[in-house]
């Protein structure tokens, strides 16, 4: 067999497009996001179907990109007789999801602190510190929580282009799915004069009751007009 360099296919560019879900009963060990559909993008399974729709929220831009870190943690074990370690054991596990939201939106940024969504609301504001019926407007209390609360932790799935063959009528895609998602770092909310103002977000993701955090799958889509 000839020797063979590589393969050009397998090469990503590309962005991809991000999901979370906005379910108020949102149960990771349960199905949270719609099921492929045959010679559908899932982009627009998650855009176009009812389901959807009523499961998830688009994001919208972002910048930088997605970046999905694995940070596992090892613990050695020394021996008299070698200068090196002689065996290392696998004790701990973190995964990260890192992004940034181009779109300063309220709902964007209700997501990057890890609010709850009854702290988000649309609807009259007589003044900016009580409700009344004036004027229409999209609210986020900024709330410093409580002993004792739970962290919100929210289902993400971001679809961008995957890896192999693809034909003039197919579409490869890949697809990121975490179950567990929290946004763990500091958030900043800017107006700057001569830079765009964006969320930057690291999720940390959690292992569901069965052991994991989500899954990637590369789809190969037919007859995508």
Do not use: H, W
């Amino acid at each position: 067999m000839a020797y063979v360099r590589g393969d050009s296919k397998n090469i990503i560019v590309g962005a991809a497009a991000m999901f979370v879900s906005v379910a108020a009963d949102f149960d990771p060990d349960t199905v949270v996001f719609p099921d492929f559909v045959e010679d559908t993008q899932y982009i627009d399974t998650l855009t176009d179907s009812a389901e959807g729709i009523a499961l998830v929220s688009n994001i919208g831009y972002t910048t930088n990109g997605l970046e999905l870190q694995f940070q596992p943690d090892f613990g050695e074990v020394q021996v008299d007789q070698l200068l090196d370690v002689a065996k290392l054991y696998k004790q701990g596990m973190q995964v990260n999801l890192n992004t940034a939201f181009a779109e300063a939106t309220l709902e964007n940024l209700l997501i990057a602190i890890a609010a709850p969504s009854s702290d988000l609301t649309t609807g009259d504001l007589d003044s900016p510190m009580d409700s009344g019926t004036i004027s229409e407007a999209t609210s986020l209390d900024l709330t410093s929580g409580s002993i004792g609360e739970c962290p919100v932790e929210r289902g993400l799935v971001a679809v961008g282009p995957g890896t192999g063959d693809c034909e003039a009528t197919q579409y490869v895609e890949r697809i990121y799915i975490a179950y567990r998602a929290l946004s763990i770092d500091s958030v900043t909310v800017s107006a700057k004069r001569d830079e765009a103002s964006m969320f930057e977000v690291s999720f940390r993701l959690l292992p569901a009751n069965s052991g994991s955090y989500g899954k990637i799958v590369d789809r190969t889509v037919n007859s995508v007009t």
